[in-house]
């Protein structure tokens, strides 16, 4: 044994290898940032400390609600990293054909009249029940100024949708979403098909080229289009409907959390949205602790083909 360790010579660590540090340090800011993007940001002085209580004994199992069958056809395969947040991105759509909306000042105190579409289309709430304050000690360190304004972002995350397609592929930052297989149309998933959509290909630095979109729509003709994301949003804006005095203390008056820009393709239409988390100095759901910001989706552009 002593004779073959000679010849093997003696026994080093393996190199450290910086480009797999860089991506795995790439993958938790992804991660992080979709965490941000869905639960919201952190409300002053951090989460309020609940009174501990005996556990609940074991209720029966309920049967969990199947998913759709035509999930992993409708929806783009995702990488590994964001896998765990893709699940929080449910579809989109609207009635095609509608125009597009003149461009208007997003953050002004009322809301805005000429934007199409909100979810949930509920008014902010400015009064009532403030959001629970933390540990004062907590809140010290972190340093809680008046959010700076308006408000503005430097990275975002992306997701695009299909409906009533044959095929359709959407190409941005150098990754193709989508596929080959036809997918359902949008009215199939009921009236809350806007809900909740998120971004789901997170911390992409403000602007890649331009998104590219091939596809088909439901009458077999084939279509092609770049949507210009860097000059939709050239101002880097968050387009949401906060108040400037309804918008909370952030630490260091900064606002950390990337909005999702989000693209629909819809038969012959593509439409572009944004989702911005703007968190509050009230509940915006009354008796619900956790509601401590707004995350309204905004129509920004449409183009019909």
Not at 140 to 161: C, D, I, Q, T
Request: aromatic content about 8%.
């Amino acid at each position: 044994m002593d004779d073959d360790r000679k010849l093997r010579g003696a026994r080093v660590l393996k190199v450290q290898d910086p480009f797999h540090d860089a991506q795995l340090l790439r993958d938790v800011a992804i991660i992080n940032t979709q965490t941000i993007e869905a639960l919201g940001a952190l409300p002053p002085g951090g989460l309020p400390i609940l009174r501990k209580r005996r556990p609940l004994p074991l209720l029966p199992e309920t049967p969990m609600p199947t998913g759709r069958d035509d999930e992993e056809s409708a929806m783009p395969k995702m990488p590994m990293q964001v896998a765990a947040v893709a699940s929080l991105a449910l579809a989109a759509c609207a009635t095609p054909g509608a125009a597009t909306p003149k461009a208007t000042q997003m953050q002004e105190n009322a809301p805005v009249s000429s934007v199409r579409y909100t979810y949930p289309e509920t008014p902010v709430v400015t009064t009532g029940e403030l959001v629970p304050e933390g540990d004062p000690a907590i809140a010290a360190k972190m340093n809680y100024k008046p959010v700076e304004w308006p408000l503005r972002f430097e990275k975002h995350s992306f997701g695009p949708r299909c409906y009533n397609t044959l095929e359709c592929h959407v190409i941005y930052d150098n990754f193709d979403f989508g596929g080959d297989k036809p997918t359902r149309s949008s009215a199939s998933y009921g009236p809350d098909y806007l809900k909740d959509w998120n971004g789901s290909y997170g911390a992409v630095p403000n602007f890649p080229s331009a998104a590219k979109v091939v596809w088909r729509s439901k009458d077999g003709s084939s279509h092609k289009a770049e949507i210009d994301i860097g000059e939709i949003f050239k101002d880097q804006l968050m387009r949401h409907f906060v108040p400037r005095e309804e918008a909370a203390d952030l630490p260091d008056g900064k606002n950390e959390s990337p909005p999702s820009i989000l693209l629909e393709v819809n038969d012959r239409v593509i439409r572009v949205y944004m989702v911005a988390s703007v968190p509050t100095k009230h509940l915006q759901k009354p008796g619900n602790r956790y509601s401590t910001s707004r995350r309204d989706l905004v129509l920004v552009k449409t183009y019909t083909y």
